[in-house]
C-alpha cells in the first residue's frame, strides 16, 4: 500500500503507469509511477517512492534555481519558452498567469513564481532519471511545459527542456 498510489498490485502485469496525487503548496499535483515489464516492484520500492516523495518540495526548489540561473542565458529552453509565453500576451493574461499589470513587469522572479509544478513522472527503474518534473504556466494558458530531471536521490540533472 502506497500512501500516494494507494493499492497497487505487485505481480508482473506488464507495464503499466499508476495515477497518484501529492499536494505541494495545497496545490494537488498528478503523480504517475511507469512501471515497465522488466520491472520487478516489491514493497520496498513501493517504500522507496514514497519516502522519496517527501522531498518534493526541495527538489521542486531545487529546479527552480536551476530554470533561474538558466533565464541569464538567451539559448536555453528555459529563456527561450519564458520570451515565447511572455512576448504579445495580453493584459488580462498578464493579470492572471503572472500577477502584475504589463508584459514589462515579468522579471525572472515573476516568472518563476507562476511556473507552476503540474506532473511527476516516477520511473523506479531508472535511478538516473528517478523523477521526470513538468513545470506549466497552467494548463489555461498554454499546453506546453518545461520539463526537468532528477536521479533517485534527488539530484536535479543540469537541462532543462521545452515539450
Not at 512501471?35 to 520496498?44: F, G, N, S
Not at 509544478?117 to 535511478?127: D, K, R, S, T, Y
Request: a negative charge.
Amino acid at each position: 500500500m502506497s500512501q500516494h498510489f494507494g493499492e497497487i498490485a505487485l505481480a508482473p502485469g506488464g507495464g503499466r503507469a499508476v495515477a497518484g496525487r501529492f499536494t505541494l503548496d495545497g496545490v494537488p499535483v498528478e503523480l504517475d509511477l511507469n512501471i515497465t515489464a522488466q520491472d520487478r516492484l516489491d514493497e520496498a520500492a513501493l517504500h522507496k517512492v514514497d519516502y522519496r516523495l517527501r522531498f518534493l518540495p526541495e527538489l521542486v526548489e531545487s529546479v527552480r534555481e536551476l530554470i533561474g540561473q538558466q533565464l541569464e542565458d538567451a539559448d536555453s529552453a528555459a529563456e527561450q519558452y519564458r520570451r515565447f509565453h511572455c512576448q504579445n500576451v495580453d493584459d488580462g493574461e498578464v493579470r492572471s498567469v503572472f500577477g502584475v499589470d504589463r508584459a514589462q513587469d515579468i522579471t525572472d522572479e515573476v516568472f518563476l513564481k507562476a511556473l507552476r509544478l503540474a506532473h511527476v513522472g516516477i520511473f523506479p527503474a531508472q535511478p538516473e532519471r528517478y523523477f521526470v518534473l513538468d513545470f506549466t504556466l497552467g494548463e489555461h494558458f498554454t499546453d506546453e511545459v518545461l520539463v526537468a530531471a532528477a536521479d533517485a536521490d534527488g539530484v536535479v540533472d543540469d537541462e532543462v527542456l521545452w515539450d
